[in-house]
Antibody
Framework: EVQLLESGGGLVPPGGSLRLSCAAS????????MMWVRQAPGKGLEWVAA????????KYADSVQGRFTIFRDSSKDTVYLQMNSLRVEDTAVYYC?????????????WGQGTLVTVSS | EIVLTQSPVTLSLSPGERATLSCRAS??????LAWYQHRPGQAPRLLIY???NRATGISARFSGSGSGTDFTLTITSLEPEDFAVYYC?????????FGAGTKVDI
């Protein structure tokens, strides 16, 4: 059974940093790209970042480019999202998501989400 | 970036009725389009990928069609658990983009 367990969310002041983690199980981790998708309060889904199965290729939304970094540790079957220079508008539930394949760029399984609140 | 426009914003229907949701892309995405269901407090769920392929375990009540710029998600005979928000997403080009969603409510 596929499981994605996010952690690391919380309250952080503007300009601060936070690292989200997503522990994966139930599938061959290295064979799948992984993503982060967020949902701001009262808003729709917004893709944030994607990372290939090998970890060699990362893509970012313009809104987070240069501030967020996605990376993975295949020895721990875990994907991370390092978030720096956080802004109020980054407040959202952040979902870890598994690509349907090595790099199909759609999502066949989502975690339950972790809430990030950026506020002073 | 490719903009996806979903309509209507809200669809008010009764159990047993048919729902027809639309997703229009600002440029052709071929058939590289997925549909997701999102219930409040739950993780989103993949319903349809590549415009018309049902994901594993998805009821035959759900069907997708379309190509190029115009896509449709059809839910025949709505069940109580089908009342949710539905999003389309394109994977044709970066950045990946979602539509703003259609809420199907009672």
């Amino acid at each position: 059974e596929v499981q994605l367990l996010e952690s690391g969310g919380g309250l952080v002041p503007p300009g601060g940093s936070l690292r989200l983690s997503c522990a994966a199980s139930g599938f061959k981790f290295r064979s799948y790209a992984m993503m982060w998708v967020r949902q701001a309060p009262g808003k729709g889904l917004e893709w944030v970042a994607a990372l290939s199965g090998s970890g060699a290729t990362a893509k970012y939304a313009d809104s987070v480019q240069g501030r967020f970094t996605i990376f993975r540790d295949s020895s721990k079957d875990t994907v991370y999202l390092q978030m720096n220079s956080l802004r109020v508008e980054d407040t959202a539930v952040y979902y870890c998501a598994k690509d349907r394949g090595y790099s199909y760029n759609d999502i066949d399984f989502w975690g339950q989400g972790t809430l990030v609140t950026v506020s002073s | 970036e490719i903009v996806l426009t979903q309509s209507p914003v809200t669809l008010s229907l009764s159990p047993g009725e048919r729902a027809t949701l639309s997703c229009r892309a600002s440029q052709s995405v071929s058939t590289s389009l997925a549909w997701y269901q999102h219930r409040p407090g739950q993780a989103p769920r993949l319903l349809i990928y590549d415009a018309s392929n049902r994901a594993t375990g998805i009821s035959a009540r759900f069907s997708g069609s379309g190509s190029g710029t115009d896509f449709t998600l059809t839910i025949t005979s709505l069940e109580p658990e089908d009342f949710a928000v539905y999003y389309c997403q394109q994977r044709k080009d970066w950045p990946l983009t979602f539509g703003a969603g259609t809420k199907v409510d009672i």
